[in-house]
């Protein structure tokens, strides 16, 4: 039978869990924990992405700061701000939110920002350490996929794990967690993209699939074996006649997928909110390692 991965319902348990650590620490006369997120612009689909995380931070005690910068800030300017969050000891992690804006390079900004407060693991010392084996911050989507898989006792080890996407906050990292020798990992893993020759044949072969295109509806029944493991990291906005005017579906056509599946996770309430969750444990992890 198919089992729904709840991620959703698995956030707020962890995030329960944080909460208790958090009370722990503070009635032992210590500052909460202290994340904060640097927002460049005003796109509407940021703004939500960070709303959702300084409403975890509420919900488990971790204090949040959201500082905004307007779209036409320099680069120059914007690295003061990133120095500022870096000196600021009150601070144990910061986030910058992407998509930045196009006169901005992501690759100028993630190698300010200090490795130890790189909560989202995009600097290219943490990114080296995961690569390693011996990670810091591991990247919040991956951290949240391979936390799911353990809190659901899904086994890995020697599992044939087909990934689609290879973007650097997705694709590449989860790739090289889910090989490597962890209780999390052991899989035999095919990273496929827009140039693999013929994906659907790949993905019909794998025992897990990680669906992280961007592409709403990419994989479909014909593609996936009876019995997989799916995690569809997708989050694509399809306009609709609802009240809002669109709705989110994933990468992965669920209605027709689900019947095939093992366990699956849904979109919304799957990755998603692990994603956020993962954020927060990393903080922690800064918080205990710097911050105490
Ligand atoms: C849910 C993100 C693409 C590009 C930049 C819960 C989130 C999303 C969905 C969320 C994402 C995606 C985030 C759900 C943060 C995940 O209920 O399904 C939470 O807030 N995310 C981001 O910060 O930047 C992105 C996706």
Redesign the pocket.
């Known amino acids: 039978m198919m089992q729904l991965i709840d ?2 319902q698995l956030a707020l348990t962890i995030q329960e869990e944080i909460r208790t650590e958090v009370d722990q620490y503070a009635s032992q006369g210590h500052r909460k924990p202290h994340l904060a997120a640097l927002l460049v612009g005003e796109n509407p ?2 703004r ?6 300084m409403r975890a931070c509420k919900r488990t005690g971790i204090e949040s700061t959201l500082v905004q910068q307007p779209a036409d800030i320099s680069q120059e300017e914007l690295l003061k701000v990133i120095d500022d969050l870096n000196q600021n000891d009150q601070i144990d992690g910061y ?1 910058v ?3 930045l804006p196009k006169h901005i390079s992501e690759e100028v900004i993630n190698l300010a920002i200090s490795p130890d407060k790189d909560v989202d693991g995009f600097h290219p010392t943490n990114m080296g350490l995961m690569v390693q084996g011996s990670p810091q911050y591991i990247p ?2 991956p951290y949240g996929i391979l936390t799911m898989l353990e809190r659901y006792q899904i086994p890995t080890s020697g599992k044939h794990c087909v990934v689609i996407g290879r973007s650097n ?1 997705v694709g590449r990292p989860i790739s090289i967690l889910l090989s490597m020798k962890s209780p999390t990992g052991n899989c035999t893993v095919t990273l496929t993209h827009s140039r693999t020759q013929n994906i659907a044949e790949e993905v019909k072969r794998a025992d897990i699939v990680i669906a992280a295109i ?1 592409k709403a509806n990419f994989v479909t029944a014909d593609m996936v074996k009876q019995g997989a493991v799916v995690i569809d990291v997708g ?1 694509n906005s399809i306009d609709d006649d609802s009240q809002r005017g669109y709705s ?1 579906v994933g990468d992965v056509d669920f209605e027709q997928v689900a019947p095939k599946c093992s366990y699956i996770t ?8 692990m ?2 969750t993962a954020l927060l444990m990393n903080t922690m992890k800064a918080y205990k390692q710097y911050g105490l």
């Not at 849904?266 to 909110?273: A, D, L, N, T």
């Open positions: 991620g959703k689909a940021s939500s992405y960070i709303n959702n995380k986030i939110q992407l998509p919040a989507t906050i961007g989050i989110l849904p979109v919304p309430g799957g990755v998603g909110p994603t956020v």
